[in-house]
């Protein structure tokens, strides 16, 4: 046999350990559930992870096409295709993962950071004045579109100027948790097609906002 023709599965098979790298899976970090209780939360939000596993996903399928359209390696070619279509999968799916981890991410620190301002805001107001109005944010909320599709909401109170005030925890409640339930913290997760209405209570002054479950 020509040795020239053992080049392809033999650095194919060298580069399948490197392919095992699932970062989406191992390497990136999402927010735990209960981030709107923290003061700090510590997870990824850079995308350069999940792209990565999406290259070595690349790869392995290339590899596993080129194997199979090289007829010359009998005893290895199936092996070689079968390992390269399998890590292609978990690669992709760890770079699913990934991103749905980083955007979780973003949407958390994003939240976290609004509360940081507004509670700054309450702090130097130094008032104590009864709740006048909530708002929940943000006020437009997107189409949520897959079953445990998720959107964090925060909600923010003001006094009768329009200034903002410390309003404690806000008391969380979906108009129909069949559709779109809410945690305690403002998370909303999709359930099944509809519309819903999410409210945030404080002080028994209620803000609203309207969430569109669409299933594709």
Same mark, same amino acid.
């Given at each position: 046999?020509?040795?020239?023709?053992?080049?392809?599965?033999?650095?194919?098979?060298?580069?399948?350990?490197?392919?095992?790298?699932?970062?989406?899976?191992?390497?990136?970090?999402?927010?735990?559930?209960?981030?709107?209780?923290?003061?700090?939360?510590?997870?990824?939000?850079?995308?350069?992870?999940?792209?990565?596993?999406?290259?070595?996903?690349?790869?392995?399928?290339?590899?596993?096409?080129?194997? #199979? /359209?090289?007829?010359?390696?009998?005893?290895?070619?199936?092996?070689? @295709? +079968?390992?390269?279509?399998?890590? %292609?999968? $978990?690669?992709?799916?760890?770079?699913?993962?990934?991103?749905?981890?980083?955007?979780?991410?973003?949407?958390?620190?994003?939240?976290?950071?609004?509360?940081?301002?507004?509670?700054?805001?309450?702090?130097?107001?130094?008032?104590?004045?009864?709740?006048?109005?909530?708002?929940?944010?943000?006020?437009?909320?997107?189409?949520?579109?897959?079953?445990?599709?998720?959107?964090?909401?925060?909600?923010?109170?003001?006094?009768?100027?329009?200034?903002?005030? #410390? /309003?404690?925890?806000?008391?969380?409640?979906?108009?129909?948790?069949? @559709? +779109?339930?809410?945690?305690?913290? %403002?998370? $909303?997760?999709?359930?099944?097609?509809?519309?819903?209405?999410?409210?945030?209570?404080?002080?028994?002054?209620?803000?609203?906002?309207?969430?569109?479950?669409?299933?594709?």
């Amino acid at each position: 046999m020509d040795p020239n023709r053992r080049v392809l599965p033999t650095l194919w098979l060298l580069l399948l350990p490197l392919t095992n790298t699932a970062c989406g899976f191992l390497l990136v970090n999402g927010p735990p559930d209960e981030y709107a209780q923290m003061d700090y939360v510590s997870c990824t939000e850079s995308n350069a992870g999940p792209i990565l596993d999406f290259v070595w996903a690349g790869l392995n399928l290339l590899g596993a096409a080129a194997a #199979a /359209a090289d007829q010359g390696h009998v005893e290895d070619r199936e092996q070689i @295709i +079968a390992a390269g279509i399998t890590w %292609g999968v $978990v690669s992709s799916v760890s770079g699913v993962v990934g991103l749905n981890k980083t955007r979780k991410c973003r949407t958390a620190k994003q939240y976290m950071a609004m509360q940081h301002r507004e509670g700054e805001r309450a702090a130097r107001s130094g008032q104590e004045a009864p709740v006048f109005s909530v708002v929940v944010r943000p006020e437009t909320v997107d189409t949520l579109r897959a079953i445990g599709a998720q959107v964090q909401l925060g909600a923010v109170a003001y006094d009768a100027v329009g200034e903002v005030i #410390a /309003a404690g925890r806000f008391k969380w409640s979906s108009s129909n948790d069949a @559709i +779109a339930s809410v945690s305690n913290f %403002g998370l $909303v997760t999709a359930h099944t097609s509809g519309e819903v209405v999410i409210a945030a209570n404080a002080d028994n002054v209620v803000g609203t906002v309207r969430v569109v479950v669409v299933l594709q």
